[in-house]
């Protein structure tokens, strides 16, 4: 761009710098904005007079004549939260709905653009002007890649449970061949959900799911979305959603879903525990709500034909929100329950490949005396039992060091049942 044509831009951002500050403080004038929290505690304390809801925001207006006012957004249940708190109230103030004098199109055109364009040209030019790539963005999400053409992670790797990898077989060949089902009319599953008790294979199954499909996943934790800082989980949810469908067909996995928790006992909990409620708690629910709101608009904003399926998992089904498991939404679930006798000598036999054994070794007296143990403990014993040889100076691991190791585990995991 030549010296004239930066000239013209820089007086045209000016011009439009203006105009924005201009209609900002038009709409903002004589009112400060604050927060939901804010309002829940001073209708608490009864300093609230009036509250005029407006399309867009909320003004309110205290017993002393101050003003404020709440912008509203979509994504989120603020305007809920709020009359659902003032209906408990013995007190309450008056509210009346009603249109703002400004709600025409400058207000809600222009001045959203002016916004935007502001917001993009800003970022575009502190881009260019920043060599370093190395801080991650707030709002990016930081689920991990696999490519799917090299797996760590294979089916030969979870032992037993031949309906479930049958079951998560049939989802990988709806990403491999989706017109062999589309064509009979079939409308291809969005979501699946392995749920079970903690240490059961879950995590291992979805790596082994991804190993073996061919195509690329995507794979995080549901507590990545939870941060301190207000609305970076719908955000997370956004840019992963995003990167999905610039790489599909692949498949998102996102473990631990109940960590989000189910937005009706979110808001109950307001109601019933105000009182003790913090700032920070009322915060940290209300952006929990909108992470799960956004994570329902994007698995409602995708096609059946864009070949993307979210995996879940979870060890508290309960505690998962339940407009979550609507079929559409998650169309499939897979219990994965603790491992059989036959399940867990299959199991020990895989954790004990490449260590040396002496000749007693036995998978299935072993087996026996496991039950009740999950896969991660079957690991765990087998870890401790060659640190057992080696602390007794052996070469390899004899058959009483297996039974060393899981007895203590099972006391171990008995008291922590106590607990």
């Not at 790539?133 to 449970?161: C, N, W």
């Not at 995507?218 to 956004?238: D, L, M, P, Q, V």
């Not at 909108?290 to 089904?317: A, H, P, R, S, Y």
């Not at 979550?324 to 867990?344: A, S, V």
Request: charged share 25%; glycine share 6%.
């Amino acid at each position: 761009m030549n010296r004239r044509g930066q000239s013209i831009l820089v007086y045209l951002l000016l011009i439009i710098a203006i105009v924005s500050m201009i209609v900002l403080v038009v709409r903002s004038k004589n009112s400060t904005e604050i927060s939901v929290d804010q309002l829940l505690i001073e209708l608490k304390e009864g300093n609230v007079e009036n509250l005029v809801f407006l399309s867009k925001q909320i003004d309110v207006v205290f017993n002393d004549g101050a003003k404020a006012h709440i912008n509203l957004r979509d994504t989120n249940n603020s305007a809920t939260i709020i009359l659902q708190y003032i209906s408990t109230l013995t007190s309450p103030p008056k509210i009346t709905f009603s249109t703002p004098w400004y709600a025409g199109f400058l207000s809600y055109l222009i001045a959203p653009m002016v916004t935007v364009l502001l917001l993009f040209v800003g970022l575009y030019v502190w881009a260019g002007r920043s060599n370093s790539q190395s801080e991650i963005p707030y709002g990016k999400s930081r689920a991990r890649m696999i490519s799917g053409d090299h797996p760590t992670v294979t089916f030969y790797d979870f032992a037993g449970l031949p309906e479930v990898k049958e079951a998560v077989a049939e989802v990988i060949e709806f990403l491999r061949e989706p017109q062999k089902f589309i064509q009979l009319g079939a409308r291809l599953p969005k979501g699946l959900l392995l749920y079970g008790p903690s240490g059961c294979g879950k995590s291992l199954l979805v790596k082994a799911m991804a190993g073996e499909s061919g195509v690329p996943s995507f794979i995080t934790n549901a507590a990545e979305f939870i941060e301190a800082k207000h609305g970076i989980g719908a955000s997370r949810i956004r840019d992963l959603s995003g990167q999905a469908k610039r790489h599909s067909p692949c498949i998102v996995i996102i473990e631990d879903i109940d960590a989000l928790g189910s937005r009706e006992r979110m808001v109950q909990e307001v109601h019933l525990n105000f009182n003790n409620n913090t700032k920070d708690d009322v915060l940290n629910q209300s952006d929990r709500i909108q992470t799960i709101d956004q994570l329902l608009e994007e698995l409602d904003g995708f096609d059946t034909d864009t070949n993307i399926i979210f995996v879940m998992t979870t060890n508290k089904i309960d505690l998962v929100d339940q407009s979550l498991l609507r079929p559409g939404r998650i169309d499939r679930y897979i219990k994965i329950d603790l491992p059989n006798k036959k399940i867990r000598e299959a199991m020990l036999k895989i954790h004990v490949k490449g260590k040396p054994l002496q000749p007693d070794f036995d998978a299935e007296i072993l087996a026996s005396k496991t039950e009740g143990f999950t896969g991660a403990a079957i690991e765990s014993g087998v870890n401790e039992a060659a640190i057992i040889a080696a602390r007794n100076n052996r070469k390899s691991i004899a058959m009483e060091d297996f039974e060393e190791s899981f007895e203590q585990l099972k006391i171990k995991l008995v008291q922590l049942n106590e607990i």
